[in-house]
C-alpha cells in the first residue's frame, strides 16, 4: 500500500510516493507555480503592489494536484489502486476569501483587479498596522491568550490579515462568505468537505484551548468583526491524522486515483516535519529551512515563551504541547545577496569552476576563521518573526570596510542567521524547555555545508539531519497513512514510516569561543534596534514609503 504526501510550498508544490511499511520514497514530483509569489502586479495588470504584499493564485495549488500525482504514479508504475490516501501540508499562515461553495473571490470578474481577493501569502507583511492593533486591543482588554503566542501576533497571521482587508477594502471583506487557511481550502478540493485544521487555526487564527476570542474582543478591533467567527469561520476543528473525507469523483479523474481514498486533514509544513524525521518527543527541536526556518519544539508542559509563535494542545503530536518560532528571512536573504549584491568577478570565477554562485561563495567564505571578515549582522532583512515579532524590522551589516568581499559578507549573513536561531533557543531555554540537539530538515541543509559548521558552532548544539530531501511532503504521507486507518496514530506511523540521516555533526569548541564573543555583539544591536532603543530602521521605512505616496496612517 502506498499513500501520497503533497508539500505546498511558497514557490512550487512537491509530490512524493511513500510505501506506508517503512517510508520509502517510491516517486517525487515538482509543480512550479505559474504565477509565483505575486509582489509586484497582479495577473494582468501593470498598476504595482505596494510594498510588503505577497500573494498567490488559487489555481496554482490545483495545478500541483493535477500534474504531480499522475507523474507520480506514471513514474512509479504501481497500481493506482494501491494507494490508499492523500495528505498536504501548506505554508502558513496562506488565506484567502472565498464564497459559500469555496470559489474564491480572484476568479470572479467583479473582484479579480482588487489584490485582496487574491490568496495573501505567509509573507505578506503589508498587515503590519492590523497586527500592532490587534496586540493593543489584545493587551488593553487583558486578553490571556495573547501569552500563548509570545505576547505578539504577527503580521503574517490570520487575523492580521483578515482585519487588513476588512478596513482597506471593506467590499471584498463583505462579499466573502468565508476566509480560510489554503490547506483547508485545498483540502475542500479535494473532498468536497470544508475543514479547519486544529494546527492553522492554533497557531495561525488565535484558538486556544478549542476557542477564540471573546466576541467582545472582535468587536473592539472593529464592529463588523463582531460576529466573524460565526458568519466568515467556523467553531469546528479538525484534529490531526484525521480523515476529512473521501476523494471526490472528479478528482479522481484528474489525477487517476481511485475516488473515495482517504483525504486527510490539512497541516503545516513546519509541524508536519517532526514525525517524520522520528521527533516525537521533548528534548530535539526540529528546523525546517528553507527561504525561511520554522522552529518546532515538543514539551509535556505548558510554558509560555516571550515571542514565540504559538503553543497549542496537539498541534505538532496528540497529547503534547507543540511550540513553534521562527526567522521570516534565512534562504532568501542569502538568494537576495546573491542575485543583488555580487560583482561579477564572483558570477565569472563561478562559472570557470563549473558550480553555481551559491556554491562559489560558500567555498570562498568557508577558507575563513571565525570573526576574520570582521563584519557583523542582523537577519531582519524579511522582518523579524521570533523573537521580537516585528515585521517593519530591517537588515543590518556592520563593519565592513574598502576591503570587505562577497564571501565575507555571504558568511557574515549566514552566521547572523545562526545568531537569530541561537537567540530563539535560549528563549525556550529560560523557561525550562530544554534543547538537547536539532535536527535539520529543508533544502539549506543539503545545499550548504558551510552553513550547518556554523550553526553547529554558534548554537553549541549537536546537529542531526532529516533522512528524506521532502520531510514535509513524507509527513504528509505519513498523515495520510493515519487517515487511512494503516496506522493507529502519527506516533506509531513514526516509528516505521519517518527518516533520520546517520550524519551528525557536532560544534568545534575554538570556534564557538570565537562565535560566543560575536553572539555577544549580535545581541547588544538585537535589542539596541529591536526594542526600541533605536527606531531608525522603523523611520526610514516611513520616509520610503512616504516618498512612493504610500499611506502609513
Known sequence: ????????????????????????????????????????????????????????????????????????????????????????????????PVKADGTPLCYLPEYRDNPHSWVKLWKHHAAQPQADQINETARRMNQAWLNRYGG???????????????????????????????????????????????????????????TYPPREYFAALHPDLADVVDTKMSRVFAQLGDRAGGLLPEMAEATGLRPGIAVAVANVDAHVTPPAVKVTEPGTMVMIMGTSTCHMLIGTELREVDGM????????????????????????????????????????????????????????????????????????????????????????????????????????????????????????????????????AGGLPEKNQLLVQIYADVTGKTLKFAGSAQSPALGSAMHAAVAAGVYPNIKAAAEKMGKLKDRVVRPIPENKAVYDQLYAEYKLLHDYFGRGGNDVMKRLKAIKLAARGVATG
Not at 182 to 190: F, G
Request: contains cysteine; charged residues 20%; proline residues 5%.
Open 152 to 210: 505578539k501576533i504577527s503580521s503574517e497571521w490570520f487575523f492580521s490579515k483578515m482585519l487588513q482587508t476588512l478596513q482597506e477594502a471593506p467590499e471584498i471583506y463583505h462579499a466573502a462568505d468565508r476566509f480560510i487557511e489554503a490547506a483547508d481550502w485545498v483540502i475542500w478540493q479535494l473532498c468536497g468537505v470544508e475543514t479547519r485544521n486544529a494546527c492553522t487555526a492554533g497557531y495561525k487564527a488565535m484558538v486556544q484551548d478549542g
Open 309 to 440: 509563535c504559538g503553543v497549542v494542545d496537539g498541534g505538532i503530536i496528540p497529547g503534547m504541547y507543540g511550540y513553534e518560532a521562527g526567522q521570516s528571512g534565512v534562504g532568501d536573504i542569502f538568494a537576495w545577496f546573491v542575485d543583488h549584491a555580487v560583482p561579477p568577478e564572483y558570477h565569472e570565477a563561478a562559472k570557470a569552476a563549473g558550480v553555481d554562485l551559491h556554491k562559489y561563495l560558500e567555498t570562498e567564505a568557508a577558507k575563513q576563521k571565525p570573526g576574520e571578515h570582521g563584519l557583523i549582522a542582523l537577519d531582519w532583512w524579511n522582518g523579524n518573526r521570533s523573537i521580537l515579532v516585528d515585521a517593519d524590522l530591517t537588515g543590518l551589516l556592520l563593519g565592513a570596510t574598502l576591503a570587505t568581499r562577497a564571501p565575507d559578507i555571504y558568511r557574515a549573513l549566514i552566521e547572523a542567521t545562526a545568531y537569530g536561531t541561537r537567540i530563539i533557543i535560549e528563549a525556550f531555554e529560560a523557561k525550562g524547555l530544554a534543547v538537547n540537539d536539532l535536527v535539520l
Open 1 to 96: 500500500m502506498y499513500t501520497i504526501g503533497i508539500d505546498f510550498g511558497t514557490e512550487s508544490g512537491r509530490a512524493v510516493l511513500v510505501d506506508v511499511r517503512d517510508g520509502r520514497e517510491i516517486a517525487t514530483a515538482v509543480y512550479p507555480y505559474p504565477h509565483r509569489v505575486i509582489d509586484h502586479t497582479l495577473p494582468g495588470s501593470d498598476k504595482p503592489l505596494p510594498p510588503d504584499w505577497a500573494l498567490q493564485a488559487p489555481q496554482d495549488y490545483i495545478g500541483v494536484i493535477k500534474h504531480t500525482i499522475p507523474a507520480v504514479l506514471k513514474e512509479s508504475g504501481i497500481d493506482p489502486a494501491e494507494v490508499v490516501g492523500i495528505g498536504i501540508d501548506f505554508t502558513a499562515c496562506t488565506m484567502l
